[in-house]
């Protein structure tokens, strides 16, 4: 890991005045932080104000907090020497469904906590054009700004407490989230990021006080939001390019982010591609009859015997299925198609296994648990319903895939390594995305899941002081493509909307297996 933080406690043992040495308190700390910087640093003047009664009373053996600000170095404290003072930072996943947050230890670059949160704007709406809507009615966006707010700062409090701090011991937050996300964190109308010509109000935010929002934690913090880069491409996705390295590599490598929105970015370190479209929403709790998020009892696994049609499943932890994540129903489709309870079309085939299709709200259904089996009595089941989303979704993320590599006139051959970012990458098996048409047929051994690269990402700006220059290179040579102006994008759609595509040439291995069962 680099390591060079965005903040520093400093030990100063400092000469005392006398008549040969008459320098003022400002002017004897600035030195020494000098040398020790390499840089003089800022010394406001609520800083100076302290120092008559703190640097005589020390013996002038005192400790500064100094951090890594707009301009350069910046003092935050001194205090007398011999106390708890360490240097403290945030980091933040800013996501639509669910906030992570990271407590980082600056002095050593541990994350010595990890607090995750469910999103609280939730219930004005699953997806992100639902919520800039409601921010577009009377004290909409108040509201949302509002509800976000008080999370950081419960789950500030939370966090510092469960290791015997304060929320005034954290002095740089970092937080990566999408354009909307970013906008409504900070009170910024969004009202124009899904109108033509999708204009953000800021996509390059300059570092703020995290008390200008009403954050509390140390009043000279800072906090830094990773940069947007188009409407649907934001500070998260530029934050998981960072925990990739795909920009510093010579092979071609693409990242895809999986949420409400799919995000894509191509390239290498000459050039950099990127596009977002919605793709994920099928994945997302809320969506499907019985989805969930990554959380103990979401089945995220599942097989079934094509011979016998047994079924059997994985949770997360162990525990009793309440319902099925992201992963677990592309596992789930996957199965079904292999074992002929789903045809290309996506239509379940009912007569193939009459025990577990059954109809459940006036449509059929496959019962993935029954009640007997499920933590809270129900059934878990995938309706005919959420296969028709499902597939519109898999359908417009491989569309996207295709759309962004043809624009730089390439293949997925060509493609060195498929980074999969989010929860969904820390589950998603790729053999069974391929198998229904979500992801490219390319050999698996190139498929890497990142888990929480925008965390990876926020964590890296608190703990390597040149990530913020990075991330401004990086969107200095980045081309977005505008997948909302892009005929191609949905005359490609339809070839998709099957499984695993009406163009078998496109999955070579998933053919070859259908053909080797249907011999069996």
């Not at 120092?51 to 005589?56: E, K, Y």
């Not at 990890?114 to 219930?123: A, D, E, F, I």
């Not at 229904?436 to 002081?465: C, H, K, Q, S």
Request: aromatic share 6%.
């Amino acid at each position: 890991m680099r390591f060079d933080p965005v903040a520093r406690a400093i030990a100063l043992d400092l000469p005392g005045p006398s008549l040969s040495d008459n320098r003022s308190h400002e002017s004897r700390v600035r030195a020494a932080l000098e040398s020790e910087l390499g840089q003089p640093p800022l010394l406001p003047l609520e800083i100076c104000r302290v120092l008559p009664g703190v640097l005589p009373s020390s013996g002038y053996k005192v400790q500064a907090l100094v951090l890594d600000g707009p301009c350069g170095w910046e003092t935050a404290r001194v205090s007398a020497a011999g106390g708890s003072l360490r240097p403290y930072g945030l980091a933040v996943d800013l996501g639509s469904t669910t906030v992570v947050f990271y407590l980082v230890d600056l002095g050593s670059g541990e994350v010595i906590s990890t607090l995750s949160k469910s999103n609280p704007q939730r219930v004005h709406g699953e997806d992100i054009l639902e919520r800039i809507l409601f921010a577009g009615q009377d004290n909409g966006l108040e509201t949302l700004q509002s509800e976000v707010i008080g999370l950081f700062n419960s789950s500030v409090r939370e966090i510092t407490a469960g290791q015997g701090m304060r929320p005034e011991d954290i002095s740089f937050i970092a937080m990566a989230g999408n354009t909307t996300m970013c906008h409504l964190f900070l009170g910024l109308d969004p009202g124009n990021i899904c109108r033509e010509p999708y204009i953000p109000v800021v996509n390059r935010f300059d570092l703020i006080r995290p008390g200008e929002i009403g954050i509390n934690v140390h009043p000279r913090a800072w906090l830094y939001c990773f940069p947007n880069i188009g409407s649907y491409f934001g500070g998260d996705l530029l934050a998981g390019i960072l925990a990739s390295g795909m920009h510093l590599r010579e092979e071609i490598s693409m990242l895809v982010d999986v949420g409400t929105n799919a995000e894509v970015v191509l390239g290498n370190r000459d050039w950099l591609v990127a596009c977002a479209g919605a793709a994920g929403p099928a994945l997302e709790e809320g969506i499907l009859s019985c989805g969930m998020s990554a959380r103990p009892g979401a089945i995220d696994r599942v097989e079934i015997d094509r011979n016998n049609l047994d079924v059997t499943f994985h949770t997360i932890d162990g525990k009793a299925p309440e319902g099925l994540c992201g992963s677990g129903i592309i596992d789930l489709l996957a199965a079904m198609f292999v074992a002929g309870l789903v045809d290309p079309t996506g239509k379940l085939v009912a007569d193939r296994d009459r025990g577990r299709m059954q109809q459940v709200n006036g449509e059929w259904a496959y019962i993935v648990a029954g009640p007997h089996e499920t933590g809270h009595g129900k059934p878990v089941y995938v309706s005919q319903s959420d296969i028709k989303n499902l597939i519109r979704s898999k359908g417009a993320m491989y569309t996207i895939l295709n759309v962004v590599i043809q624009s730089v006139g390439i293949g997925f051959e060509d493609i060195g390594k498929f980074y999969v970012a989010g929860a969904f990458g820390n589950y998603i098996d790729p053999k069974k995305a391929v198998i229904i048409g979500m992801l490219p047929d390319v050999p698996l051994e190139r498929f890497e899941g990142l888990g929480n690269a925008a965390g990876t990402g926020a964590i890296e700006a608190l703990v390597w002081r040149k990530t913020r220059k990075e991330a401004e290179k990086i969107c200095d040579r980045i081309t977005y493509l505008e997948m909302n102006v892009r005929g191609d994008f949905m005359n490609q759609l339809t070839g998709a909307l099957f499984l695993p595509h009406t163009d078998l040439a496109r999955f070579p291995s998933v053919d070859e297996m259908m053909k080797q069962q249907a011999r069996i």
